[in-house]
């Protein structure tokens, strides 16, 4: 079965830390990932999406590394601020699909 | 990139009741999709809207009780029939661009529904 996990379900960190969320899948064999930011009651923010074909995409502040041999995507933020605070999903279409596949997220929060 | 709305953004609903949800994009799109987060969970995949056919559902979702319109390549609803509390959630309408759906997907802002 086709599945995403996301550890640690919820973090909580001091305003400035960088930090690590971790996303693993179960099929190497895969289309593409996305990271998404969702704030609370509201719809999906996509911040990095990372073909196949690549290892890593950057915005600003954030860098996603996609390793497909070993099935895991890591979202790094640094210099984390309270405006980060949010629920940040890894979603992955697997190949031979065309649907995502999302995860179970993880809350983080950014104490000021 | 596609950009989509979707209305209403919010409502209270009474049990036993339909609402209908729609999707606008602003660009002519190869497959839409809806999405149900139900509260502390992640997204799950309802169906998949067809445009000139019936849409294809996911396990566990059924047509009569989430019907879905497809009239077009931009536009699409999905009903929430006969709403009980526990279709209590956010529903996210989300569209692949025409060249390569595997590419990548956008999601709408979602429309939260409250079902008393």
């Known amino acids: 079965k086709q599945e995403v996990t996301q550890i640690p379900a919820a973090l909580s960190v001091p305003e400035g830390e960088n930090l690590v969320l971790n996303c693993s899948f179960t099929?190497?064999?895969?289309?593409?990932l996305q990271w998404f930011r969702q704030d609370p009651g509201k719809g999906l923010t996509s911040l990095l999406l990372?073909?196949?074909?690549?290892r890593e995409q950057t915005s600003g502040r954030l860098n996603a590394s996609l390793d497909k041999s070993s099935g895991r995507s890591t979202l790094y933020i640094a210099a984390s601020q309270p405006g980060d605070s949010a629920t940040y999903l890894c979603?992955?279409?697997?190949?031979?699909?065309?649907?995502?596949?999302f995860g179970t997220g993880t809350r983080l929060k950014v104490l000021a | 990139s596609a950009v989509i709305s979707q209305k209403p953004s919010r409502d209270i609903c009474q049990r036993g009741t339909s609402l209908t949800i729609q999707c606008q994009v602003d660009?002519?799109?190869?497959?839409m999709f809806w999405y149900r987060q139900q509260p502390g969970q992640s997204l799950t995949l309802i169906a998949t809207?067809?445009?000139?056919?019936?849409?294809?559902?996911e396990s566990g979702f059924v047509i009569d009780k989430f019907p879905i319109s497809r009239p077009n390549l931009t536009f699409s609803t999905l009903t929430v029939s006969n709403m009980s509390p526990e279709d209590s959630s956010i529903y996210l309408c989300?569209?692949?661009?025409?060249?390569?759906?595997?590419?990548?997907?956008?999601f709408g802002p979602g429309t939260r529904l409250l079902v008393l």
């Open positions: 979603a992955v279409i697997f190949s031979g699909t065309y649907k995502y596949i």
């Open positions: 660009s002519q799109v190869t497959m």
């Open positions: 099929d190497s064999a895969i289309y593409n």
């Open positions: 989300s569209v692949g661009t025409a060249n390569n759906i595997q590419e990548t997907q956008y």
């Open positions: 990372i073909q196949s074909s690549q």
């Open positions: 809207a067809n445009q000139g056919s019936e849409a294809t559902y």
